[in-house]
C-alpha cells in the first residue's frame, strides 16, 4: 500500500494503516488533483499482469479516463472508483457510486462500493426499493433511510452515517436524518422485509436522531421472523480512545451522548434486554453482565430503558422494571423495588452514582419515584464531560477540504446493479468485489499472440510532490519519485528485498508493532521461528491441567529463548541499488483475496465455559458484537481455539475483548493443532479490541492463550475473535 499527495497532519496516512492489504493488490491512497504523480508511480508500483486499486476520487471516471489508460498501456488490472471514494474508520474504503474494474483488454465491470467487499453487500443493495416517500442509500455500514422532502439538500459526504464502520457480516439499516421528521413503523419494517432471510436475522436497526417507532419496529420484526432483532442504542461509531460506542442523536447533529447499553436485543415474545458492552459506569465492580456493585447495599441492573438500583439478590417486580420500554431520548433510572421505595439514605448514592456518568448522559437521567429526581436536579457538577473524539471518514479528494463542497448530489434510491458496462455508460456499481491472484507471468491479451511490450515510463514532470510507502515520507520531484518507489515497491508488493547485514549488535528485526482501535498495547510482537517447536498444550483437545502445566513456565516470568528467524530486511531511509530484489516465497495456504473474517466460517472451542450455550466459544465466531464467551474463572491459563476449516495465509488476528479482559495472554498459530508458533504476547492488556498484526504465516488454528486476568472474580471474556 502507499499514500500520495498531500497529507496534512498525516491523516489519509493514520486512517489507511487501518485497512487489510489485498494480497496480490498495490493499494494506493490519495487527495490528488494532479495524475501525473499517479501516471508517474505506477509503471513501477504495479507490474504488468497484476492489480491495483486506486483509492482516489474520481480516478475510475470515464473522463479522463485514468484508469483504463492505465490498464490498457501496462496490460494490468485497475480498481478504482468511478466518483468519490471514503476512507472509513475501522479499515474500509467506500466508492460513492461503486468501483469499477478496468482490465487490459477494454472491458469494465462493476466492483461492488466496499472494500473489503462484506458478505452481505449484493444482497443490501440490489433487494431494497425506495417506498413512497423514502430515500434509501447505501452508505459504508449498509443503508441509510430518512423521509424525502421535496427541496431538501441532500446529505453531504461529511455526515456522520458515512462514518459508520462496517461489519463484515452483520449491515447496518440507519434509520432518520437529524432535523427531519422520523421515518414510521410501516416504512422501517417495509424495508428491512425487502431483505433476504437469513440476511435479517444479522441486521442491525440503528436511530440517527430521534425515530419513536424504532422500538415497535424491532418488536414487530421479531414476532414475524420468530427471531431476536438487534437495535443499536445510537449510531455506531469509532471513537478515538473508547473504540466502538452508540452516540444517540437528538433534533440536530451538532452533539450527542452516549447511552449506556450500546446495544438491545428484541426477542419474539419477551421484553428487550441490553446486550453488548455497558458504557458510563467505568470503576464500578462488575458483578454480572448488566450488574454493577455501587456499594455493599445496592447495585445498579443496566435495563433496556435505563438502571434499576436496588438492593443485590432482591429482584421484586423484575419485570415490571426489566420490562419498561426503551425510551431513545432518555435514561429512566428506577430506585428501590416497586411498592417498596428506599429512604432518603440513598441520595447521596445516586449522587455520586451521576456525577460518574458523561455529563450528556446524566442530562437526560430520569429518576423515579419522583421525590428521588431531586437528585438529578440540578444536573451534577461533577459529571464527567463526554469529549467524544468521533472519528470521521476521509474522502479521499483534495477539492472537498471545505464543508461546502461536500455537498455533494445522490440519486434518491438505490440503483440496479449492472453486470457489464462500458467506460462510457458506467452506471454506479453494486456488485460484490472479486479479487484475481496476481499471474507469476502476464497471460496473452484475447485475440493476440502475446503481450504487448512494457510501455516507456511517462516523463518526469516538474514540481515536489510526497509520497509514502509503508510509513515513510520522502519530498521528491516526479523524477526522483520513479527511483523511490522502484526501490520500495518491493516492500508494498509483499516482496522480500535482500537483507542489508545488519551491525554486529543488532537484533535481528521484529514484526510491525500490533496495532488497536483505541489505546496501543505495548505487547510484544514475536519474531516467527523457521521451525515451530510441539507444544503439549495442542489446543482443544488437551485439557485444561495439561495447559496449565505447560504455560507456568512463561506465566512465572521466565524469558523466552530466541528462536531460529528468517530474516526480513526493513526499508532502509534512503533507496539503495546495491541488490535486486529477491524472488517472493510462496506460501503455502489459501490467500485470504476480500480481507474477510476467516474466524467466520471456523469452528471455535474454549478451555471452559461459565455458562454453556449462553456464553459458549461459538459466541466469538457469530459476528453478533451483543453475544460473548466467558471462561471459569477457577485458574490460569485459560484458552479459545478458534478453527478455520483449512490452511490460510494469516495477517491479523482482532480480539474484542468484553470487561473481562486479559492483562496478560499470547496469540499462537498452527497448522495442525499440535505445533504452535506464539506471534504475540503482553503483560500489559488493557482490554477493548486488540488488533494484532502479524507477518503472513500459513496457519489453520488461532489460540488466544489467556495468562492474567484483569479481575480475579472473573474468568476471561471476548465478544468476537476475528482472524485476517
Known sequence: MAVVGADPGDVVTAMASEFAAEPDVVTVFGRLDDWSLVETVWPIAVP??????????????????????????????????????????????????????????????????????????????TAVAAPDGLVVLPVPAGLWIFPDLPGAPPPGLD???????????????????????????GAIVAVARALPPPLRRRLVLAPYGPVPDL?????????????SVTVATGVPVLAAAAGLVSLAIDETAAGGWMPLATTLTFPPSAPARPSGPVR???????????????????????????????????????????????TPASVRVFVGLPGDPPGPSVLPLLGALLARLPAATGMRVRLVPEPFAAAALPPPAGGTPMELDVR????????????AAQQVTRPPAVL????????????????????????????????????RPEPEPPAPVPGKHRIRVRGRWAPVTAAAAVLTVATTAAYALGRTPAPTPPPPAAQAPQ???????????????LALP???????????????????????????????????????????????????????????????????????????????????????????????????????????????TVDLGAVWQVSQVRLHWQSSYATGYRVDLSTDGVTWQTVYRTSQGSGGVNQVAVPKTPARFVRMMGTARASARYGYSLWELEVR
Not at 455526515?159 to 413503523?185: C, I, K, T, W
Not at 422500538?215 to 427471531?227: K, Q, S, V, W
Not at 447495585?299 to 439478590?313: I, K, M
Open 48 to 125: 504488468p499482469g497484476s492489480q491495483g486499486r486506486l483509492a482516489i476520487s474520481g480516478a475510475g471516471a470515464p473522463a479522463p479516463g485514468l484508469a483504463a489508460r492505465l490498464a490498457s498501456e501496462l496490460t494490468a488490472t485497475v480498481i478504482a472508483p468511478r466518483a468519490d471514494a471514503l476512507l472509513v474508520p475501522g479499515g474500509s474504503i467506500f466508492a460513492v457510486d461503486g468501483w469499477l474494474r478496468y482490465d487490459a483488454s477494454g472491458s469494465t465491470n462493476s466492483a461492488g462500493r466496499r472494500t473489503p467487499a462484506p458478505e452481505w453487500e449484493s444482497d443490501v443493495d
Open 159 to 185: 455526515d456522520l452515517a458515512y462514518s459508520v464502520p462496517l461489519h463484515g457480516r452483520r449491515p447496518v439499516l440507519l434509520v432518520g436524518r437529524p432535523g427531519f421528521p422520523a421515518p414510521p413503523e
Open 215 to 227: 422500538p415497535a419496529a424491532a418488536a414487530r420484526l421479531a414476532r414475524e421472523a420468530g427471531h
Open 280 to 326: 458510563g459506569l467505568d470503576g464500578y465492580p462488575q458483578l454480572d453482565e448488566h450488574v454493577f456493585q455501587l456499594d455493599e447495599r445496592w447495585v445498579a441492573e443496566v435495563t433496556q430503558s435505563g438502571l434499576w438500583v436496588r438492593p443485590p439478590r432482591r429482584e421484586t417486580g423484575a419485570d415490571l422494571v426489566r420490562g419498561h420500554p426503551w
Open 392 to 403: 470521521r471518514a476521509i474522502v479521499l479528494d483534495p477539492s472537498v477540504a471545505a464543508p
Open 416 to 451: 440496479a446493479r449492472p453486470t457489464e458496462v462500458s467506460a462510457a455508460s458506467a452506471e454506479p456499481a453494486n456488485a460484490q468485489t472479486a479479487i484475481l491472484p496476481r499471474p507469476a507471468v502476464a497471460p496473452a491479451l484475447p485475440g493476440s499472440a502475446a503481450r
Open 511 to 525: 514484526a510491525a508493532a500490533p496495532q488497536a482501535s483505541s489505546t496501543l498495547d505495548p505487547g510484544t510482537p
Open 530 to 640: 523457521t521451525e515451530a517447536t510441539a507444544s503439549p498444550q495442542a489446543g482443544p483437545s488437551s485439557t485444561l491441567g495439561t495447559v496449565a502445566a505447560a504455560g507456568s513456565a512463561g506465566a512465572a516470568g521466565t524469558p523466552r529463548p530466541a528462536a531460529p528467524t528468517t530474516t526480513s530486511a526493513v526499508p532502509s531511509g534512503r533507496p539503495t541499488t546495491a541488490k535486486p530484489p529477491q524472488a517472493p516465497t510462496e506460501l503455502p495456504g489459501l490467500v485470504n483475496t476480500s480481507g474477510r473474517n476467516l474466524a467466520l466460517d471456523g469452528t471455535a472451542t474454549a478451555s471452559t465455559v461459565e455458562r454453556s450455550g449462553a456464553l459458549g466459544a461459538a459466541n466469538t465466531v457469530d459476528g453478533d458484537p451483543a453475544t460473548r464467551w466467558a471462561s471459569e474463572h477457577v485458574s490460569d491459563p485459560q484458552w479459545l
